[in-house]
């Protein structure tokens, strides 16, 4: 791992840049007595989309009375 300070890693940024990419070893660049460390990152995966009712759950009225009746008489009811 390199420590470059930032007037000598400024002229060079670029191929400091491909030589992390190709290494996969992060430069460290230190300004006083900060660091900046310079690595790869790797996009994740997008999370797919649901189509619009995907979570949708179909209940009667009744049902929901049913819950409601049974939450009521829960022993763990928030108060």
């Known amino acids: 791992m ?14 400091l840049m491909d030589r992390v990419l190709k290494r ?4 460290i660049i230190r300004r006083g007595k900060r660091f900046v460390q310079i ?12 189509p619009a009712g ?3 759950v179909p209940e009667t009225p009744e049902e929901y009375e049913r819950a409601n ?10 108060e």
Do not use: H, M, N
């Open 54 to 56: 995907y979570f949708a």
């Open 2 to 15: 390199d420590y470059l300070t930032v007037s000598s890693a400024k002229p060079k940024l670029g191929r």
């Open 69 to 78: 009746r049974l939450a009521a008489l829960s022993p763990d009811r928030p």
């Open 39 to 50: 690595s790869e990152y790797v996009v994740p995966e997008p999370i797919p989309q649901r």
């Open 24 to 27: 996969g070893e992060p430069v």
